[in-house]
């Protein structure tokens, strides 16, 4: 991230104004005095403004739209991870808010509040996530109330949580879980003898991936989003 873009993210001040204060020699990186605005911040970088350190002030709570090829995680040695997405200060602490796989698109929230990430991923809460559904073959009405009544995924002794289908066309559905076990969905589709070839998280409770968010973008959530997505 450049200096100016930190500053301003930590401290409230505009680009201009941070920019001023940088050629004021009263910021330091590490403990070296910034001569340049534009200066990319290593990861571990300690900026001081007025002998002060400097860093985001407040929890962060961010919707990204995930694009397929990305990993839910802040490091991979074979894939790209959703983290290397994000411009944004203090980086490692942030997280992803749960896991979509590797070729799943759509919402994915991440933030540096351990609480509320536990609150929208614990399975005691319940939070709705909705899915749009490609499958390989068509999908049999009797779905839906296999699905409301709980299936048996294989290896696992426990019924899934009641889920709600709404069968769009002949191989796409919406699926809403409120649980989330390992490869849910396609091992639901799987239990019922079908295959998903594409997946797509479209909401997490009241919340939905915005309309003018495009794949790789991602921006801060207001309060009344936070609210949604909690309800």
């Not at 040695?77 to 992803?96: F, G, I, R, Y």
Request: net charge negative; aromatic share 4%.
């Amino acid at each position: 991230m450049r200096l100016d873009k930190y500053l301003s993210a930590s401290t409230g001040l505009t680009r201009s104004q941070a920019t001023k204060v940088i050629r004021q020699k009263r910021v330091t990186v590490n403990g070296l005095l910034a001569k340049q605005s534009a200066m990319q911040l290593p990861a571990d970088a300690v900026v001081e403004l007025d002998d002060q350190v400097v860093a985001p002030t407040g929890p962060r709570y961010i919707v990204l739209h995930k694009p397929a090829g990305y990993v839910c995680s802040s490091d991979d040695p074979e894939h790209p991870t959703v983290m290397q997405l994000l411009d944004e200060p203090l980086l490692e602490k942030l997280n992803p808010v749960g896991r979509l796989d590797l070729d799943t698109t759509g919402l994915l929230l991440i933030t540096d509040d351990g609480q509320w990430l536990h609150r929208i991923t614990s399975p005691k809460h319940h939070v709705a996530k909705t899915y749009r559904v490609w499958l390989a073959d068509p999908i049999p009405a009797s779905a839906v109330q296999a699905f409301a009544d709980g299936v048996l995924l294989r290896g696992e002794k426990d019924l899934t949580l009641p889920a709600e289908l709404n069968i769009v066309a002949e191989q796409e559905a919406l699926l809403t879980i409120h649980e989330g076990r390992y490869h849910q969905v396609k091992r639901m589709f799987a239990a019922i003898g079908n295959k998903v070839v594409r997946l797509h998280r479209e909401k997490i409770g009241d919340f939905q991936l915005p309309d003018d968010l495009v794949e790789g973008e991602y921006r801060e959530l207001n309060l009344s989003e936070i609210e949604l997505i909690e309800s």
